[in-house]
């Protein structure tokens, strides 16, 4: 957090709809198609824009250039930037940091990938993976012979359904919940509602612990913002709605490795120091929070997000799901847009596709997903390897 910040606002936000593997646009015309939007909803002209940050992870040096120049080459610094699952929140975090420090007074955010059918794997066989402690760790506590992203998530699912009773049925609630949600969002992936029963009576991944509809899938998309300081938006005749009220990043600590617990190998602990952070440098607590945009990779990390955000007590994520705590006419809506399972997952773009519908949320624009009497609304983006960024946006008083 950075002391005597100054104020953030989101000027204006773009996306495209999410598509599978090589059923869309290359990297390139995704993101400058999410700039295009996010200009356009901003009011703002591309010459004003100061520094952009470009957040991808599958490809080669400088695509953020590639995308960028397609906005305009007005010879501004493009940082591009790659951690995982968390990227497009990366790119978001540093540009309200080139805000809130005075560095600049208006920033483009920007996450686009052009991801492969399957599932996620190493590129580079040459030489240490990032993921090798990690590896180390999830092999002394899961025995099952899966892709990585599966034995680490499903892991810690199990590990919740062994220490306090959760079942695959909560997980298989999540997944229809998205469904159902992502139904009325036009930019989704999948937009097909399933029940609980068709979840769990889909292809079995890990016998009694996932079926396949409980994983997000591979997708291509790009998401944009563009954030202003105060002064940039008076100066330009901007009423921006939504203001950053708090953000933070968290990375690993030795815990993740030393509490022999998927559910902290998977990032619970940064969840909690990040989102303890937000709340603390705010003022602002889970209860004053309408709605949420969770990392849902996997329906059994949803499950633990709800913990890990405070949203409920330690254990008691079964019992917040049956009472309806996570979606409309409960305490909290999560996922609104149908989150990574169901929205899909295009892994730099994720971060933005979540501040795109929260930042429609405050605004009262999310038309058939609109979330009754918002004023607060929270983010949280997960990547392994580590990083985690929990984002609070606030409704600007008119």
């Known amino acids: 957090m950075l002391d005597n910040a100054r104020e953030v606002l989101v000027a204006g936000v773009g996306m495209v709809p999410f598509t599978k593997p090589s059923a869309g646009a290359t990297y390139d015309e995704l993101g400058r198609a999410a700039i295009q939007l996010a200009l356009a909803d901003s009011g703002i002209d591309y010459a004003a824009v100061e520094q952009a940050y470009a957040g991808y992870v599958f490809g080669d040096s400088c695509c953020g250039q590639r995308v960028v120049y397609g906005a305009g080459m007005t010879g501004i610094p493009v940082i591009n930037v790659n951690n995982n699952c968390s990227t497009g929140s990366t790119a978001l975090f540093l540009a309200r940091q080139a805000i809130a420090s005075g560095s600049a007074e208006c920033v483009l955010a920007v996450g686009f990938e052009q991801m492969n059918p399957g599932a996620i794997g190493s590129n580079y066989a040459d030489r240490p993976s990032p993921f090798a402690d990690f590896d180390t760790a999830c092999d002394a506590m899961v025995d099952v012979d899966l892709p990585l992203a599966l034995r680490y998530f499903g892991g810690a699912g199990r590990e919740h359904m062994e220490r306090y009773g959760s079942t695959i049925n909560d997980f298989a609630k999540i997944r229809a919940k998205a469904s159902r949600h992502a139904a009325k969002n036009p930019l989704s992936v999948f937009r097909t509602e399933m029940t609980e029963e068709e979840v769990l009576g889909s292809q079995v991944i890990w016998p009694g612990v996932m079926t396949r509809p409980m994983a997000c899938p591979p997708t291509c998309g790009g998401a944009a913002?563009?954030?202003?300081?105060?002064?940039?938006?008076?100066?330009?005749?901007?009423?921006?709605?939504?203001?950053?009220?708090?953000?933070?990043?968290?990375?690993?600590?030795?815990?993740?490795?030393?509490?022999?617990?998927?559910?902290?190998?998977?990032?619970?602990?940064?969840?909690?120091?990040?989102?303890?952070?937000?709340?603390?440098?705010?003022?602002?607590?889970?209860?004053?929070?309408?709605?949420?945009?969770?990392?849902?990779?996997?329906?059994?990390?949803?499950?633990?997000?709800?913990?890990?955000?405070?949203?409920?007590?330690?254990?008691?994520?079964?019992?917040?799901?049956?009472?309806g705590d996570n979606t409309y006419g409960g305490r909290f809506v999560t996922n609104?847009?149908?989150?990574?399972?169901?929205?899909?997952?295009?892994?730099?773009?994720?971060?933005?596709?979540?501040?795109?519908?929260?930042?429609?949320?405050?605004?009262?624009?999310?038309?058939?997903?609109?979330?009754?009497?918002?004023?607060?609304?929270?983010?949280?983006?997960?990547?392994?390897?580590?990083?985690?960024?929990?984002?609070?946006?606030?409704?600007?008083?008119?």
Request: hydrophobic share 40%; net charge negative; aromatic share 4%.
């Open 336 to 398: 609104p847009s149908g989150g990574l399972m169901s929205k899909g997952h295009p892994l730099g773009a994720t971060g933005l596709a979540q501040c795109f519908e929260l930042t429609h949320q405050l605004r009262g624009t999310a038309d058939a997903r609109q979330v009754d009497g918002v004023h607060h609304a929270l983010q949280h983006n997960l990547g392994l390897g580590g990083a985690c960024v929990v984002t609070l946006y606030e409704k600007v008083a008119s």
């Open 225 to 323: 913002a563009l954030l202003v300081s105060r002064d940039f938006a008076r100066k330009h005749g901007l009423e921006p709605k939504v203001r950053i009220a708090a953000q933070a990043m968290t990375t690993d600590t030795p815990s993740t490795f030393d509490s022999n617990s998927m559910i902290a190998l998977v990032g619970a602990d940064m969840t909690r120091r990040a989102s303890m952070a937000v709340y603390e440098a705010s003022g602002v607590g889970p209860n004053d929070i309408g709605v949420i945009e969770l990392h849902d990779c996997f329906a059994h990390n949803e499950l633990i997000t709800y913990e890990g955000l405070g949203l409920c007590g330690e254990g008691e994520a079964s019992r917040f799901i049956a009472d």
